[in-house]
Nanobody, 116 residues
Framework: VQLQASGGGLVQAGGSLRLSCAASGSTQGISRMGWYRQAPGKQRELVAAIILGGGIYYGNSVKGRFTISRDNAKNTVYLQMNSLKPEDTAVYYC???????????WGQGTLVTVSS
């Protein structure tokens, strides 16, 4: 499985960005896709995840601001980020689990910078 992430950039606080992650290769067994982020000096944290059966998870810090969605036909997952804050600044990584087996596969990361 290969993951190609895109959509990061520089945005002012209060603005919006949409990240995309397209999966290719042996995608039939993908059971979960999600977004993680890692800010400088901090551990990588789970931002949002979507499960094949329809379950969705959000980290507490992004609830109500971020929305994860998935286009099964395109094997693509999106992260719509609204009301961005400077503390959302991080490298965002896409992750896919196959048959729910961690650690799964990782995309290359896309940088999101939110200026105050």
């Amino acid at each position: 499985v290969q993951l190609q992430a895109s959509g990061g950039g520089l945005v002012q606080a209060g603005g919006s960005l949409r990240l995309s992650c397209a999966a290719s290769g042996s995608t039939q067994g993908i059971s979960r896709m999600g977004w993680y982020r890692q800010a400088p000096g901090k551990q990588r944290e789970l931002v949002a995840a979507i499960i094949l059966g329809g379950g969705i998870y959000y980290g507490n810090s992004v609830k109500g601001r971020f929305t994860i969605s998935r286009d099964n036909a395109k094997n693509t997952v999106y992260l719509q980020m609204n009301s961005l804050k400077p503390e959302d600044t991080a490298v965002y990584y896409c992750n896919a689990l196959v048959h729910e087996r961690p650690p799964g596969y990782w995309g290359q990361g896309t940088l999101v910078t939110v200026s105050s």
